[in-house]
């Protein structure tokens, strides 16, 4: 509707989340492989946590030096879930939404991180509570 404003981010003012991937699978997958990680979001999982190693490397935060990067997925679900229901910011929601799917697809990742997933559930609990 050409009567409501036009709701766009001022150019470098937008949240830089960190990019989940687009690809499911790795590059070169057989058809097997392919539909393998089309069902399981380990694989995606695995990337964005070592996306994660890429970006920060020791640096992802003070509170958090002792424990895996793999928490950091928890922290940027909880940032964006924060974002989008205060903010009401759009792009956040979108965020929020990708890691809850890719969390929740999850299959052999379960097993990897045990800990990621127990408190995945837990935070997912509160955060229902507040919508």
């Known amino acids: ?6 709701m766009c981010a001022r150019p470098g003012t937008e949240i830089r989340y960190t990019q989940t991937w687009k690809r499911h699978f790795p590059q070169g997958s ?9 069902m399981d979001g ?11 190693d890429k ?8 509170s958090m030096s002792d424990r895996c990067h793999a928490q950091e997925v928890l922290a940027e679900m909880q940032f964006s ?9 759009y792009d956040s929601f979108e965020q929020w939404k990708k890691l809850v799917i890719m969390m929740c697809s999850c299959d052999t990742a379960l097993a990897k991180y045990p800990d990621l997933f127990i408190s995945f559930i837990s935070d997912l609990y509160f955060q229902m509570q507040e919508v």
């Not at 380990?42 to 994660?52: K, V």
């Not at 970006?55 to 003070?62: I, N, P, T, W």
């Open 81 to 89: 879930f924060l974002c989008f229901l205060v903010g009401m910011n």
């Open 42 to 52: 380990s694989y995606q999982l695995d990337n964005f946590i070592s996306s994660l």
């Open 55 to 62: 970006l920060y490397g020791d640096q992802v935060s003070s």
């Open 1 to 6: 509707d050409i009567r409501l404003p036009n």
């Open 30 to 38: 057989s058809a097997q492989e392919i539909t393998k990680h089309s």
